[in-house]
Every structure is written in C-alpha cells, then in structure tokens.
C-alpha cells in the first residue's frame, strides 16, 4: 500500500507563492507518475501538473509559466512551486500517484487547501 501525504498549503495574498510537497511513503517515481490535481469550490477535480519517468511534466493550460513541478527521488517527494497566485487558483490540492503500467493503481493524498486573497 503507498501513501502519499501533501503539506505546505495555506493563505497568500495574490500575486504571492506557496510550495507544496508530497511525501510518498515508498519510492515509487521510476513507476509511478506523480500529479497535482485541484478542486476548486463547487467545481470538478481536475489536472494541475503531473511529472513521469524521465522528468517528462505536463501542465494545465491555466498555470503555464506560473507553476513548476519537480521531484527529489531521494526524498521520495515531489513539488508544486506556484507562483503569481490568482484568486482563482483557491482549490484543495491534492497529490496523485498512478502506476504507468497499471493505471487502476492510483493513491490520493488527504489535500491541503490554497486560499488565495484577492
């Protein structure tokens, strides 16, 4: 069973930065892509970011330029830097992990909620 666990969410004021993080609980990247989703208030989850084998990343149109995702093998975690936050970016954030070759296997984090300030 994999866990993965995000922190670093929080109120910023727009135009600010926060950085998430998402600690998985094996090391799992050589398999696994890892992804930011969020979900905004009454809105659908949907794709932030998401990074594969071979650090191929792939970012929602909306935070192109904005956002960057990465990962620290050895730390088994993996990144969201966002910056120039727009109120609209204000969702609960969510870590996913999905085996490549096994696409059912896929582990949510619990969210860590983006509040941002007009």
């Known amino acids: 069973q994999v866990q993965v666990v995000e922190s670093g969410g929080g109120l910023v004021q727009a135009g600010g930065s926060l950085r998430l993080s998402c600690v998985a609980s094996?090391?799992?990247?050589?398999?696994?892509?890892m992804g930011w989703y969020r979900q905004p208030p009454g809105k659908q989850r949907e794709l932030v970011a998401d990074?594969?084998?071979?650090?191929?990343?792939n970012y929602a149109d909306s935070v192109m330029g904005r956002f960057t995702i990465s990962r620290d093998n050895a730390k088994k975690t993996v990144y969201l830097q966002m910056n120039s936050l727009k109120p609209e970016d204000t969702a609960v954030y969510y870590c996913?992990?999905?085996?490549?070759?096994?696409?059912?296997?896929?582990?949510w984090g619990q969210g860590t909620q983006v509040t941002v300030s007009p």
């Open positions: 996913n992990a999905r085996n490549r070759l096994r696409p059912s296997n896929e582990y």
């Open positions: 094996v090391n799992i990247f050589t398999i696994y892509t």
């Open positions: 990074v594969r084998g071979g650090d191929m990343t």
